[in-house]
C-alpha cells in the first residue's frame, strides 16, 4: 500500500477542515503502520481507539459548520458520516474478537482509506465550492 498522507489534492480549501483532515489521516496511518509492523493487541487497540474518538470530533465540526451554514447536503453527508463510523465500530468489533488479522490490516486499505480520501475529494470539497460561492469564511479556530 502507498503511504497514507494527506497531498495538497485533498485540500476542500477551508484551512479548519485541512487541518483536521491532516489529523484523521495521521491516526489511520497510525493505525495502518500499528497492523502491518505487527505491534501488540493494546497498542493496537489504543490507535484504532484514537481514529474513532478522532473521527467523531471531526465529522461533529464539519456537521456543525454545515449546519451554521444551512447546507442543503447536511442530511445526506451525516448518513455517509454515520456510515463510516459504523464501519469503524464493526472493525472494533471484530480486533476484540478475532485479534489483528490479516484480514483486518488489508481491510484499513479497502474499508477506510478509499472511503475517506474518495469522501474528502467529492464530497467535503462539494462543501468547501459552496461556502466559496456564498462569500462565507469559517475561523480556524474552532
Ligand atoms: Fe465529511
Avoid at 484514537?50 to 456537521?63: D, K, P, Q, V
Avoid at 442543503?72 to 474478537?97: A, D, I, R, V, W
Wanted: net charge negative.
Amino acid at each position: 500500500m502507498k503511504e497514507i498522507a494527506w497531498t495538497m489534492d485533498l485540500s476542500v480549501g477551508i484551512e479548519l477542515i485541512d487541518e483536521q483532515h491532516k489529523m484523521l489521516i495521521k491516526h489511520l496511518s497510525d493505525l495502518n503502520e500499528s497492523l502491518q509492523s505487527g505491534k501488540g493487541p493494546t497498542k493496537i487497540a489504543s490507535t484504532l481507539n484514537f481514529l474513532i474518538e478522532y473521527t467523531n470530533f471531526h465529522f461533529s465540526a464539519e456537521e456543525k459548520h454545515m449546519a451554521a451554514n444551512d447546507y442543503p447536503e447536511l442530511e445526506n453527508h451525516k448518513k455517509m458520516h454515520e456510515g463510516f463510523k459504523t464501519t469503524l465500530s464493526n472493525l472494533e468489533e471484530e480486533l476484540e474478537e478475532e485479534g489483528a488479522t490479516k484480514m483486518l490490516a488489508d481491510s484499513i486499505d479497502t474499508l477506510l482509506v478509499k472511503w475517506l480520501f474518495e469522501h474528502i475529494r467529492e464530497i467535503d470539497v462539494a462543501f468547501g465550492k459552496y461556502l466559496k460561492e456564498k462569500g462565507i469564511e469559517i475561523p480556524n479556530e474552532d
